[in-house]
């Protein structure tokens, strides 16, 4: 008998959700390819579609058990189960096309493991979440701190858009719990990663601000960066340079000059991540990665001042026993 065709959906997500209740069900379920005959595991027709499929014999009940758990809302049908509720409830806005927060979402690994191109990473999205949150943050500077300096005004921004700075976001809201990763970046603890955590925060933002606006976009920038931009014009940002005091520290340790390296190079020339590590003597003090040298470098410098702070408190405990 021929299988039966009894769930199509355009998300990759909703599609591993009905497989799983049908699963749990003790039904047999699987993706199908446009062609019923054509079995394959992971497929999806030429428009984008992903259709499931069960044996002739289970797919009244699967129709039944599927139909169980859908909820109407008008015409339109919404998801299965709400797997982005969660995430939603954490950045306080509810999307009216969850299309776009799946979108932002998903890392470009999982978009490679896909043979039908269905999938979309994205890529697109941190592009345009970028220039969406420098012009908010700039924005909120220009009217809440008219008398700073453009410099001191562009250091503050500086601290807040880091690569840093965005993943810590990300990790406070959970991000990653709910990032959509290939198998590879799965197993290489990609849900942890600081630049993969920035990324999908900037795409995030895009998603926002394409479902509900600019005014959507900065209400949820304003709630969320308030503090850091509150922190980084409190201690005057311009203040701040972690690379002078690094180089006043170690040179009152009697210790050499420290020494910037590029570490690494990621992603495309456009949006290069570089890895940058701050050598003193030979010994590797910090690490840092950020969108450019000069970033990675200050947060080197900063982690590097830590070190020697760690080290010192080592050395006068020793002493002290």
């Known amino acids: 008998m021929p299988p039966v065709i009894v769930f199509s959906t355009t998300s990759d997500i909703e599609a591993s959700v009905v497989l799983a209740l049908l699963d749990s069900q003790g039904i047999a379920a699987f993706r199908i390819s446009g062609n019923p005959q054509a079995i394959l595991p992971m497929s999806v027709s030429p428009l984008g579609e992903v259709r499931i499929a069960v044996p002739e014999d289970a797919a009244e009940e699967a129709l039944r058990i599927i139909e169980s758990h859908r909820e109407d809302v008008g015409a339109r049908v919404v998801r299965l189960r709400d797997e982005f509720g969660e995430i939603e409830k954490r950045i306080g806005y509810r999307f009216k ?45 220009f009217r809440q701190y008219p008398n700073y300096t453009e410099g001191q005004k562009s250091k503050i921004k500086a601290s807040v858009v880091s690569t840093q700075a965005l993943a810590r976001q990300a990790e406070e809201m959970q991000l990653g719990d709910h990032l959509i990763l290939g198998r590879g970046e799965e197993k290489t603890g990609g849900r942890f990663k600081q630049a993969l955590l920035a990324d999908a925060y900037e795409a995030l933002i895009a998603a926002i601000y394409l ?10 920038l304003r709630r969320e960066l308030k503090n850091a931009i509150d922190a980084g014009a409190e201690r005057n940002f311009v203040g701040q340079d972690y690379k002078s005091a690094l180089q006043e520290r170690v040179q009152a340790l ?37 969108k450019a040298k000069k970033e990675a470098e200050q947060e080197a410098a900063r982690l590097a001042i830590a070190r020697l702070d760690e080290l010192e408190k080592w050395r006068g405990g020793e002493v002290d026993r």
Do not use: C, M, Q, W
């Open 211 to 220: 479902d509900g606006g600019l005014d959507a976009a900065e209400t949820f």
């Open 97 to 141: 096309d969850r299309g776009l927060l799946e979108h932002a979402l998903t890392h470009k690994s999982r978009a490679a493991e896909d043979v039908s191109g269905g999938v979309a990473d994205n890529e697109s999205l941190e592009f345009l979440g970028d220039a969406v949150l420098g012009l908010v943050v700039a924005d909120a500077l």
């Open 254 to 290: 009697g210790r050499p000059l420290p020494d910037y390296r590029i570490a690494g190079e990621t992603g495309p020339d456009h949006r290069k991540i570089f890895s940058i590590e701050v050598v003193v003597g030979g010994e590797v003090l910090g690490v840092a990665s950020g």
